[in-house]
């Protein structure tokens, strides 16, 4: 089965709501410096280190919830043009210059720096604005195949938060977005629209908790295009943009779902293999 025929058409797909982007504005920022660096580009696709490490440092603070994973940094496309090969990253401050290495799965961690820090530095890719979205990516290992943990997920939100890792949106987005994360608690909400990304597209998304199961409903996935048919040109201002079959929300604040909940992922690519060898 297609993403298409199961969203029922084409429109619903790619009229994806930007209510996912409302809360992914990039908020409370701290000035960042234009870049210096020989490998860098006009109008980078920059991150404030300071708060970058601000988030670093709330994951130590909360490490309890997911006690067996680690923080790492994801760069993920915005543009369908944008090239995710050889990325290169830099911290770049006044007088600070640091490579950082980025993995083939384009993650990376950030060192400590308190020069960095001082000089208010800048996280710079070689790409533009509006070419990459950024994420947290917290995974417990050994976790059955195609899941991940809830408390994982549940971090992830916090520490997105609070590192600033979110896209540029239209400006009555933008403050809408200042508004709707700024309440302390976003996190903690049942209905939260903090957006995930799945590793590839998804048919289907279930929580799972001992003999409990449920599967998330249709508005839940696919950045809620079931609802936001309408939206269609704000599309390009989500972050969503070219990865919409893979996103959903997470019902991250009811608490019924304890941390070691997990998520499972029934992934389109699957299905079709499925279908291709019915016997299998």
């Known amino acids: 089965m297609k993403l298409l025929s199961l969203a029922g058409a084409a429109h619903l797909v790619f009229s994806a709501a930007c209510m996912a982007a409302v809360a992914q504005d ?29 988030g670093m440092d709330l994951f130590e603070e909360k490490h309890a919830m997911a006690p067996n994973a680690a923080l ?14 050889a990325i290169s990253l830099d911290i770049v401050g006044k007088t600070v210059a640091l490579p950082v290495r980025v993995a083939r799965d384009h993650t990376f961690t950030l060192e ?32 059955p195949p195609n899941t991940r943990r809830l408390g994982d997920m549940r971090l992830e939100c916090l520490v997105g938060l609070e590192a600033g890792l979110f896209s540029n949106v239209r400006p009555v987005f933008g403050q809408l977005a200042n508004l709707i994360i700024g309440v302390i608690g976003y996190c903690d909400r049942v ?30 996935l696919y950045a809620g295009a079931s609802y936001n048919e309408n939206l269609k040109a704000d599309l390009p201002f989500c972050d969503c943009q070219v990865l ?22 029934d992934y389109m690519d699957d299905k079709d293999e499925n279908q291709r060898n019915p016997s299998s």
């Open 112 to 143: 400590r720096n308190q020069k960095a820090l001082e000089e208010d530095a800048s996280v710079i890719p070689n790409r533009k604005a509006g070419s990459m979205t950024w994420r947290t990516e917290i995974r417990t290992p050994g976790l």
């Open 26 to 54: 990039k908020i409370g920022g701290e000035a960042v410096l234009p870049s210096v660096t020989s490998t860098a580009v006009g109008d980078p696709v920059d991150k404030s280190y300071r708060r970058m490490v601000r």
């Open 244 to 265: 919409v079959d893979r996103t959903y929300f997470l019902p991250l604040g009811d608490h019924s779902w304890p941390d070691d909940t997990l998520i499972e992922y």
């Open 191 to 220: 209905d939260t629209q903090y957006l995930f990304f799945a590793d590839r597209p998804i048919f289907s998304v279930a929580l799972v908790s001992g003999s409990r199961r449920e599967v998330l409903s249709i508005d839940k």
């Open 72 to 85: 790492r940094f994801k760069l993920l496309p915005r543009r369908p043009d944008t090239n995710m090969n």
